[in-house]
């Protein structure tokens, strides 16, 4: 079973940033064989995908409403992906979940997910 373990949400200004982490804790995992996302569900909404990284060669996609905003990289090294998120602003408050989607397997794996809360 492949485990990932988000954090780094909370609870933040308009304005503000905070930096979310997602990190593969299972052993054999191979991590740049992964094509990654971050999620978001707000309530009373449906899941919705925020951004996603290519396993290698890093190719990038924002959701428009956090182009300019948001960035997304990964640490291969690390088995850990990341969601920089800056100038936010509350309708960007949600549960944040972490993806992961195997390039060759195509199987899908969720982590348990972060809050992320923007109010002043």
């Known amino acids: 079973q492949v485990q990932l373990v988000e954090s780094g949400g909370g609870l933040v200004q308009p304005g503000g940033s905070l930096r979310l982490s997602c990190a593969c804790v299972?052993?054999?995992?191979?991590?740049?064989?992964?094509?990654m996302s971050w999620y978001r569900q707000a309530p009373g909404k449906e899941r919705e995908l925020v951004a996603g990284?290519?396993?290698?060669?890093?190719?990038?996609n924002y959701a428009d409403s956090v182009k300019g905003r948001f960035t997304i990289s990964r640490d291969n090294g690390k088995n850990t992906v990341y969601l920089q998120m800056n100038s936010l602003k509350p309708e960007d408050t949600a549960v944040y979940y972490c993806?992961?989607?195997?390039?060759?397997?195509?199987?899908?794996?969720w982590g348990q997910g972060t809050q992320v809360t923007v109010t002043s």
């Open positions: 993806n992961a989607v195997g390039i060759y397997s195509r199987r899908r794996y």
């Open positions: 299972t052993s054999g995992f191979t991590f740049s064989y992964y094509d």
């Open positions: 990284i290519a396993s290698t060669v890093g190719n990038t």
